[in-house]
């Protein structure tokens, strides 16, 4: 069995198989998915597709948001600032203490600055970007002076496609 299995869906990008029966491991491979979905839609749209879910403490969803740098023309506009501020309103609470922030991209220093400033209790992504990312690629913020908050971090997390929907991208792009 290869590493993945092209699925036949909608989906342009590659999803691999689930490989674990555990419940953690499935809860994230779902949001994953999710935000994964929404991040093609943001490319549809002409950004960058990255896409961002913040899950409370209980299971549920409470914000959803994607890159918006073009479309909203404001270079702050990326998915997970958009979600950590959504996620805040539905809250009446920045303290995001006991909630997940799903993002299909390594959050950059702005980001990762802001996931910390809410407090997120654990952070899991997608693809490494080797150019920005501030989470562990080229620097990271979360183990850094900067912070000091305790950030739990899980990165790579269905990284091939996550990457493969980037890179597909900018390859149509390129065109
Ligand atoms: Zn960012």
């Known amino acids: 069995m290869g590493r993945f299995t092209r699925t036949k869906c909608a989906v342009p990008y590659p999803i691999p ?3 674990f029966n555990n419940p953690e491991y499935l809860r994230h491979h779902g949001w994953m998915l999710k935000a994964l979905d929404l991040a093609e839609q ?5 950004d960058v ?3 961002a879910i913040v899950v409370d403490g209980v299971g ?5 948001a994607v890159n918006r740098r ?10 997970e600032v958009l979600a950590l501020r959504q996620a805040g309103l539905v809250r009446k609470n920045w303290h995001l203490t006991d909630c997940t922030l799903y993002v299909t991209l390594e959050p950059c220093a702005m980001c990762a600055g802001a ?3 809410a407090r997120i209790k654990t952070l899991v992504y ?5 150019k920005a990312g501030a989470v562990r690629s080229v620097w990271n913020i979360p183990d850094s002076p900067l912070s000091n908050h305790r950030l739990q971090v899980i990165g790579g997390f269905l990284e091939e496609s996550c990457r493969s929907q980037l890179q597909d991208w900018f390859a149509k792009r390129r065109q």
């Open 17 to 19: 198989p689930i490989e």
């Open 70 to 79: 073009e479309q909203d023309q404001d270079p702050t506009a990326h998915a």
């Open 60 to 64: 549920d969803a409470i914000a959803m």
């Open 115 to 117: 996931i910390g400033l």
């Open 49 to 51: 597709p990255v896409g």
């Open 126 to 130: 997608g693809a490494d970007d080797l």
């Open 42 to 46: 943001a490319g549809i749209e002409g």
